[in-house]
């Protein structure tokens, strides 16, 4: 690549400072809310500044969270708001074309030249000044804008999906509250049970009223937790990591190839439930799939693995998992040092609910099991697409596929 310049030619780093009063949690970025390997952000989880000023972002600039930095957080701002100060906020010169420095930042190579510059071995920092050392391809205006415009298709279509892919588990979830917690299932007449007179029964252990046909049980009537798998150490096999598990949207991990060592083990259609804070206060909760059914995978030990007693039900498993109830359940029964708390398999499998009769489930699984196909299916053409543009943006890069 012989023409080439330093990223500083390109831009520079924000000065802005922005008022807290402006900032809201859908607009406020940290390191904790940038998603990893390149995912772009989520809503914040820590508090805004309740008071000052603190760095602030405009629309089209590039976010790159400068803590650890091979976990490889970066974001292409869509709007305006704050961040906090591990956040570099990259304002690109208006001689440039602001999506192609940001795909520029997206390869591999700009997290290994982050991780040369940076400092400090448990949580390393980027150096800022070494940072904008890193080499960019300086092709003209008109060149860059092709570039961005091919990369950006791709990465349009994996937004829509990821869009659909939530309003299908919005849905999915709508339908379970509908059924499990309004208790609105239908009725042997396909009517609503509760609202169309259906009657209920005071249950004393959970204190609240329950269909006359269901009973007071616990999660380990719909689930085996962490069951047992033999998978030999030393062999590669499918593996999910906790930083692949989504905190919102899809609800399906990333799935890539390790060498097996301890931890986890899990088929499709398992449900996987981070068992540690914060990463279950923060709703780490996914959906095994794209494994052919005689697979074993790997995990996190900080995962317990949930695996459906009834066929198809799989939905309904994650749905009770991401259930507020159950979740401030599994919160208060961790053990262990304060904020490295745990829960356990048992634990979770001894939280207390109504348990539905087996015609329920069946039929709930009936009615979601297509959502979350459709789900799962296009979770994994994102895959695809991502790999596709992983793919072309070197070559694109370094002039290998040129652009007319």
Known sequence: ???????????????????????????????????????????????????????????????????????????????????????????????????????????????????????????????????????????????????????????????????????????????????????????????????????MIYNSLLKKEIPEEWEFGTFSALVETNPQEKLLNGSLAPHIEMRAVPEIGSCIANITQKIVSSGTKFRNNDVLLARITPCLENGKTALVQGLTDNIVGHGSTEFVVLRSKYREAEGLIYLTARNKDFRTYCISNMTGTSGRKRISGAQVGAYKMAVSPAKVVRQFARQTTNIFKKIGGLHQENQQLTQLRDWLLPMLMNGQITVQ
């Open 1 to 199: 690549m012989s023409n080439t310049a330093l990223l500083k030619s390109f831009g520079q780093y924000s000065s802005e400072r922005i008022n807290v009063q402006n900032v809201t949690s859908e607009s406020f970025v940290t390191v904790d809310n940038m998603l990893p390997n390149k995912a772009g952000i989520t809503k914040a989880t820590i508090p805004v500044p309740v008071k000052g000023k603190i760095p602030g972002y405009q629309n089209e600039n590039i976010l790159i969270g400068n803590i650890r930095p091979y976990l490889k957080k970066i974001w292409f701002s869509n709007k305006c708001g704050g961040c906090s100060p591990d956040v570099l906020v990259l304002k690109i010169n208006s001689n440039h074309h602001a999506k192609f420095v940001y795909y520029a930042l997206l390869q591999d190579d700009f997290f290994v030249h982050m991780m040369n510059g940076a400092k400090g071995t448990k949580m390393p920092r980027g150096d800022k000044r070494q940072i904008l050392d890193f080499l960019i391809p300086n092709y003209t205006l008109s060149k860059q804008k092709k570039i961005a415009t091919i990369l950006s298709t791709l990465d349009v279509k994996i937004e829509l999906n990821n869009r659909i892919n939530a309003e299908l588990e919005a849905m999915a979830k709508t339908l379970y509250d509908y059924w499990f917690v309004q208790f609105d299932f239908p009725d042997e007449n396909g009517n609503p049970y509760k609202s169309s007179g259906g009657k």
